[in-house]
Structures are given as C-alpha cells and as structure tokens.
C-alpha cells in the first residue's frame, strides 16, 4: 500500500448521519480507507449499507458528519463551495448508475461540459470532447442525441465525459446496473484500459461479483461499517457473493 | 466562460419555445404597453402645449351675459352685451397692452366653383396681436377698415385649401354670404386649439363689417366676446381685477345683482389643461407599468418552475464542477435574455402600435427615445430582479440533493 502522503484518497474515521424526523440516522460508522494512486477498488455490500453515500462523499457531492477526508492533498473538510465545484471538475471524473446526460444537449457538447465550468474556448472544448468520444468509440456520432443512442452508448458517454477534464480519479455508482452482462462487460473492460494504461484511479460500488473480480482490491460495508478491507484474491467466499 | 453561458441559455429556451414565447409574451405585452402610452401621453402633452402657444400669451377672455341666470348656467356669450365703447374703456385700463373685441358667427364662402362654410370672425387688428397670429401673405385689415366697415377679409390655411387649392388667394375676390369680399391676406398655421377645434379654419374680417353688414346683429355695436392681453404675467390679477370692475361700473351692474359678463383668465385655464395632461401621461405610464411588473412576476413564475424542473440538470452540472455562481448566472441570462428579447419586441409593437394609433384616429404620439431606453432599462431591471431569486434558489441547491431530485 502506498504511503499516505501520496495517497489519493485518504479517509480517517468518517462518520455520516443523516437527519430525519426520528432523528440522526448513522449510516457510515468510522470508516477509513486510503487509495492509493493507480489502484483499481471495487466496493460492494448488501443494499443499503451506506455505499452510495460512501461514493458521494468520495465525490465531493455530499459532506461527512465527522471524520477527516483527504482528497489529492487536500483536506476537503476546509473547502468551500467554491473549491470543492473546482475538485469536482478538475480531480473527480464521476459515473452514475442512470447516466446523467443532459437529454437535451448532444454527445459532444454532454462531453464537453465540464470544459465550460474550466473556461476552455469552444474550438478546444469540441476537440476534446470528439476525441474523448472516440477514444469510448463513439466518435461516429457526436451529433446524436442521448435518446438516440443505447443505455451501454449513454454510459459510455458519460465515462467520456468524466474522462474530459483528464481526471486523477473515477468514481462510479453502479456504472453497470441499467446494463446487459455483455455491455457491462464491455464497460468494464474499458474501466480497466483507464486504469491500466492511463493509470487513473478507480473507485466502483457494484453488486456483481463478476464485475468485482476486474478490480484489485475490494472493500465490504455492511451497515455502515468496513468488514473487510483488501486484495480481491484474499476475500473470503462469502465476500465476493452477489448482493441483493 | 460568458459566450458559452449565453449559448446554453439559448439552448434551453429553445428546448422549451412555446414556454418561452408565453414567459416574453408577458414583457413584450408589458414593454408595448408602456411604450405605446407614453407616446399616447407625451403626444396629449406637447399637443396642449403647442396648442398652448399658439394661443397666444397673458390672455383674457371676457364674454357677454352673465354666467348664472336664475340659477341655470347659460352659454357664455349667449346674449351681448359688450359694446365697442367696452372695448375701447379697457384698453385704456394700466397694463392692458391689448383688446379685440370679436363677433364670431358662420357663413358658406364661395370662390369660383369651390364653397366652404366656415366659422367668420368680426374683429379688430388688434385680435392679431392677442393671438399672436402672424400673415403668412398679404397685409391685415387697419383701424380704417374698421371705422368704414370695408368688405374685407383675411383668410386661414383650411379655408385657402379648400376654397383655392394651390391659387394665391390674396387680392382674389371672394363671396360670403353672396356679398364680395377682398382677400387682403392669409394667416398662418395656427393648428389644433385646446378643446381640439382647427383654428386655421377661421375667416377674419373688420368687427363693423360683420356687425353691420354680415351678420346684422339684433343687438348692434355688441359683441360676443373680447380677447384682453396684459402686458405681462404678473399683472394679469390687477388687471382681472381691474376689468370687472370698469365693466361693472359701465354696465351699472346693482349690488348684489350678477354680473352680465364674464371674465376668465386663458392663459390660467391652458395652464391648468397642460397639468392635466401631463398627469394624465404620468397616469398612462403607471398603469402600463403595472403590465410591465406583471410580465416581470410572469418570468419569476416561469423560472421557479424551470428551476425546479431541472434539479436534476443542475445537479449534473454541479457534479461535474459548476460552481453556484455558474448556475446562477445560467438562469439568469435566460431571465435577461427573455426580458430583453421581449422588450425589443415589444418596443416593435409598441412603436408601431402607436403610429397606427395616430394615423387612424388622427392622435398625436410622441415616441421619444427617452421612453424607448426607459423600457429597455426597466426590462432588463425586471429580467435581473425577478430572475434572481429563482437562479439564486438554483444556486443555492446542495449538489446531491438537486442530483437525487426526482
Ligand atoms: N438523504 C437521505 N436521508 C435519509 N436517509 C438516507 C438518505 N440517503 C440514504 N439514506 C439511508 O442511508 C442508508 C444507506 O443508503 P445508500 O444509498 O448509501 O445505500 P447503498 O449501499 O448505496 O444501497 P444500494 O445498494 O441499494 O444502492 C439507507 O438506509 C438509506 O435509507
Ligand atoms: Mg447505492
């Protein structure tokens, strides 16, 4: 494992609760985890034990109760708006279960949207994005529309929009739950070519053990807590079983 | 950074036209509205005021018979009893500078093939004076065309236009009431009075001649009513005072009795129409304001629901680092843009709305680039102020909240 220092995500003791009508409800309990640069995490745990909120936390979208949360060399407890819609664009690459294109906007200008938050001129901010677009192999359309291309074309959209901004980092909820197993194979495939040969780190919540198995490490919630934390290949059988 | 917000702005009034034409049908109906009546308004005004002066300045007006009769209010005028001698008495009073007495009547004038009835004005050469009234050809009638009651008449511009067209009507010969007059000049333009009569449709000739020879008055050497001037404006209440009280004493007027005349000051009562019709522009323009704060609460209502209609958009586009200030701005151009686009259309319609007024119902409009940079200004103000909660509300939205927005 990495050193600390250089990690790029290091979370200490987090806790998050969420305020409802019958009070605090804690759904993550001192969790803490680093990762390292390069690495490739798959997270897996049963239904509602607290791993989405774990990601959106990851990503900046949402704030821990307490804990420290180290992201690239900055804590992001001390941030403000601001700072973390600027980490948002420029670190984070995120990739969520239902896509989150916009329906009204076209291949190209879904992929070059974070481009505009930077300020890049609009000649490059197309440029990129076709090229993103064709490195997921999609450069054939970038003019279609989301609703015109398949749910495995839209994820795939999404990971080039996520990959626009060069990120250090890719966040993905459930990239593969609206999909087939073959396209979610094909997806994951490319997951790790953007690990492998861009050395991009991968964070992915899944419940398929078969998309699991991509990764190198695996972290286990369960109610809100780590139960394990470490290689793939270690994990006991019944961690790696397929979660409702 | 700007160009790209205005093109996403762009782009989601076009993913939503007929939401967006309805939103700036309000600023557009707002932004007509206001410019259409202060063009109404202004051009009320500057008709008054134009009207104002051509009246000439520092002008009384003093009428035969008395206003109240046995408490019914007869029509001023309605039976002379102001001589000539008045006439003269008065302007013999300080500060009178000059006096017109004036026998108005109507009489059909033919030239030629052309006839034209028209309103015939007996008077001195002093009623030029009080008027102001400047020849634009010829000469005007003198003191012994008064003393001989000569048949001789100066014409106004509607009279010359339809009695001779493009003919010079001075020293032709024409024929009122089928005695032969001698057009010695044609007066200026003079256009519309207060009360909206056309002034240029007037003929003028001597007092005695209309008195003794036109209209052939029961009550001979009397006149309708005369035309006083004081020398200044500061001496038009002495010499109110000071005229009522001659005619009184002339007329052996009993205490307590009502007076057989009347004196009012115009240049008091044309001041007062110009207050009113300048309250009345102020009027028009606030009640077309309030369409214009209408058309504003149009586009808050519109964005809170656009705003709350894409929480999910925004939460996207926070997710992949949009800043508040970012979100913000988005919907606020799109505030501006409507607001903007609306007025520009509604100053279209607005402007022309008004020129179509005026040529149909001969209205005066005044279109006054003041008024037209008020709009503007007043939309883009409404666009911000009325853009800015609902984008502030966008802005202000927690990144995964507007993302799990169903
Ligand atoms: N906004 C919220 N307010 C209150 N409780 C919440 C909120 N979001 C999530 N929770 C609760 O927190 C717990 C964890 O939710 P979370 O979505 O993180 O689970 P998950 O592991 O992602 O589940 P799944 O596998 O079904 O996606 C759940 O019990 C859920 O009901
Ligand atoms: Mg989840």
């Not at chain 1, 420029?90 to 990739?95: D, E, K, L, P, T």
């Not at chain 2, 149009?298 to 894409?310: A, P």
């Not at chain 2, 997710?319 to 505030?335: M, P």
């Amino acid at each position: 494992m990495a050193r600390a220092a250089d990690a790029v995500i290091r979370i200490e003791h987090l806790d998050k609760e969420y305020a409802t009508e019958a009070g605090a409800v804690p759904v993550l309990k001192d969790v803490s985890v680093t990762v390292a640069p390069g690495e490739f995490v798959a997270i897996m745990g049963p239904s509602g034990s607290g791993k989405s909120t774990f990601m959106n936390i990851l990503g900046c979208l949402d704030v821990a109760t307490r804990g420290r949360y180290v992201l690239n060399g900055r804590d992001v407890g001390t941030l403000d708006k601001d700072e973390l819609a600027h980490l948002r664009n420029q670190v984070i690459g995120f990739v969520f279960q239902g896509f989150n294109l916009l329906p009204r906007a076209s291949l190209e200008d879904n992929v070059a949207l974070p481009l505009i938050y930077r300020g890049t001129p609009r000649s490059e901010r197309l440029a990129r994005a076709r090229e993103m677009l064709a490195k997921v192999g999609l450069g054939a359309y970038p003019r279609s529309h989301p609703n015109q291309i398949s749910g495995g074309q839209q994820q795939r959209v999404a990971i080039a929009r996520a990959l626009v901004n060069q990120p250090k980092l890719i966040l993905a909820d459930e990239p593969t739950g609206n999909l087939d197993t073959a396209t979610s194979m094909e997806i994951m495939a490319l997951f790790t070519e953007l690990n492998e040969r861009d050395g991009i780190t991968v964070v992915l919540v899944t419940h398929e053990p078969d998309i699991a198995a991509v990764a190198h490490r695996l972290v286990r919630l369960t109610d809100g807590k780590v139960i394990y934390d470490g290689p793939l290949e270690r994990a006991a059988p019944g961690h790696m079983e397929k979660t409702p | 950074m700007t160009a790209a917000m205005l093109a996403e702005a762009w782009q989601a009034m076009g993913a939503n036209r007929l939401r967006t034409f309805l939103t700036m049908l309000g600023m557009v109906i707002g932004v007509g509205a206001v410019i259409l009546m202060l063009a109404v308004g202004q051009g009320a005004q500057q008709q008054v005021q134009e009207s104002i002066a051509s009246m000439g300045s520092n002008l009384f007006i003093i009428l035969s018979g008395s206003t109240t009769s046995g408490g019914l209010r007869m029509g001023g005028g309605a039976a002379p009893t102001l001589t000539m001698a008045d006439a003269a008495a008065i302007e013999e009073l300080p500060s009178v500078a000059a006096v017109a007495p004036t026998a108005p009547g109507t009489a059909q004038l033919v030239y030629g093939p052309n006839n034209w009835s028209t309103q015939v004005m007996g008077s001195t050469p002093s009623f030029l004076t009080v008027r102001d009234w400047k020849l634009s050809a010829g000469f005007p009638f003198t003191d012994s065309d008064i003393r001989s009651a000569t048949r001789v008449c100066l014409l106004g511009q509607t009279v010359v236009q339809n009695l001779f067209g493009d003919e010079d009507p001075v020293g032709k010969t024409i024929r009122i009431k089928n005695s032969p007059y001698v057009v010695l000049g044609v007066l200026a333009a003079k256009g519309q009075s207060l009360d909206g009569r056309d002034q240029d449709d007037t003929v003028i000739v001597p007092v005695t001649t209309a008195l003794r020879k036109l209209f052939g008055s029961q009550f001979a050497g009397t006149v309708r009513f005369m035309m006083a001037q004081a020398e200044s404006a500061d001496a038009m209440p002495a010499v109110e005072k000071a005229i009522n009280e001659l005619l009184h004493q002339r007329h052996r007027i009993r205490e307590g009795a009502d007076n057989d005349f009347s004196v009012r000051n115009l240049t008091a009562l044309a001041n007062t129409a110009a207050e009113t019709a300048q309250v009345m522009s102020l009027m028009l323009g606030a009640i077309a304001s309030v369409s214009l704060l209408v058309g504003g609460i149009g586009i808050m209502n519109i964005m809170l629901v656009s705003v709350t209609e894409r929480t999910r958009e925004i939460g996207i586009r926070m997710a992949i680092g949009a800043r508040g200030s970012d979100i913000l701005l988005q919907f606020l151009l799109e505030a501006i843009i409507i607001s903007v686009i609306g007025c520009l259309i509604g100053v279209a319609l607005g402007v022309g709305g008004a020129l179509l007024v005026s040529k149909f119902s001969g209205m005066a409009i005044v279109v006054t680039a003041a008024s037209i940079f008020m709009a503007f200004a007043v939309a883009a103000a409404v666009g911000i102020f009325f853009g800015w909660y609902p984008a502030r509300k966008a802005a202000a939205m927690k990144p995964i909240d507007a993302l799990r927005y169903q």
